[in-house]
């Protein structure tokens, strides 16, 4: 069976320090993958998607960036952390070309910018 | 611009009552459409996902339907439980982008005793 892992659950860091939150799909093979951010009080907000190694769509402009260093790891990387950074992170996976893919959810990384 | 509009952005019911939750989206071509349900803290969880072809489908006491010609879906909870309290989100994927996936902002939902 499919499973997604998200590390780490909770992570406190302080400004200007770098930040990177791996993810990783078992079960599958060729994914979509996604990163995306909920903050307090707010809706999911897609980040940054992927449909291959090395393809990454990055849909608003911020501080972070991402890498798909091979099939089924998604990294959320940033250099320098802003408070504004803070947020719940969820990275997901759906099964790419089908109309009825499912998509799977992490448990998410709180992260809280001090 | 494809968007997804939720309605209401929160609502409070009794335990035992009935709710709707309206979506309505601008997202085309249209592929799929999926309801997820979000505990606090916790990443979202599938509770239906329908394509255009389909009006209605049930899960348990969640019951979503979707009119694509109006481009319109409603998630009905019937007898609604405590553990029902959650956010509720529509997700809805466009058929020329990758199955990109755009959320609606979500309907916070809280059941009361």
Same mark, same amino acid.
């Given at each position: 069976?499919?499973?997604?892992?998200?590390?780490?659950?909770? #992570?406190?860091?302080?400004?200007?320090?770098? #930040?990177?939150?791996?993810?990783?799909?078992?079960?599958?093979?060729?994914?979509?993958?996604?990163?995306?951010?909920?903050?307090?009080?707010?809706?999911?907000?897609?980040?940054?998607?992927?449909?291959?190694?090395?393809?990454?769509?990055?849909?608003?402009?911020?501080?972070?960036?991402?890498?798909?260093?091979?099939?089924?790891?998604?990294?959320?990387?940033?250099?320098?952390?802003? #408070?504004?950074?803070?947020?719940?992170?969820?990275?997901?996976?759906?099964?790419?070309?089908?109309?009825?893919?499912?998509?799977?959810?992490?448990?998410?990384?709180?992260?809280?910018?001090? | 611009?494809?968007?997804?509009?939720?309605?209401?952005?929160?609502?409070?019911?009794?335990? +035992?009552?009935?709710?709707?939750?309206?979506?309505?989206?601008?997202?085309?071509?249209?592929?799929?459409?999926?309801?997820?349900?979000?505990?606090?803290?916790?990443?979202?969880?599938?509770?239906?996902?329908?394509?255009?072809?389909?009006?209605?489908?049930?899960?348990?006491?969640?019951?979503?339907?979707?009119?694509?010609?109006?481009?319109?879906?409603? %998630?009905?909870?019937?007898?609604?439980? %405590?553990?029902?309290?959650?956010?509720?989100?529509?997700?809805?994927?466009?058929?020329?982008? +990758?199955?990109?996936?755009?959320?609606?902002? +979500?309907?916070?939902?809280?059941?009361?005793?």
């Amino acid at each position: 069976s499919q499973t997604i892992h998200q590390w780490p659950a909770t #992570l406190v860091q302080p400004v200007g320090s770098p #930040l990177s939150l791996e993810c990783t799909v078992e079960g599958t093979s060729n994914p979509n993958l996604y990163w995306y951010r909920q903050a307090a009080g707010r809706g999911l907000q897609l980040l940054f998607y992927s449909v291959g190694i090395g393809q990454i769509s990055s849909e608003v402009p911020q501080n972070l960036s991402a890498s798909r260093p091979q099939d089924r790891q998604f990294i959320l990387s940033s250099k320098k952390l802003l #408070l504004s950074d803070s947020g719940f992170y969820l990275c997901a996976w759906s099964v790419a070309g089908l109309r009825q893919a499912e998509a799977f959810f992490g448990q998410g990384t709180r992260l809280t910018v001090v | 611009k494809n968007q997804v509009e939720q309605s209401p952005q929160s609502l409070i019911i009794l335990e +035992g009552k009935n709710c709707t939750l309206q979506c309505n989206y601008t997202v085309s071509p249209f592929s799929n459409l999926r309801w997820y349900k979000q505990d606090t803290g916790r990443g979202p969880v599938s509770l239906t996902i329908m394509t255009f072809s389909e009006n209605t489908k049930s899960n348990g006491r969640y019951t979503a339907t979707l009119d694509a010609d109006t481009k319109q879906s409603s %998630l009905h909870i019937t007898a609604s439980q %405590l553990s029902d309290s959650a956010s509720y989100i529509c997700v809805v994927s466009a058929q020329n982008q +990758g199955g990109k996936l755009i959320f609606g902002q +979500g309907t916070e939902l809280s059941v009361k005793p």
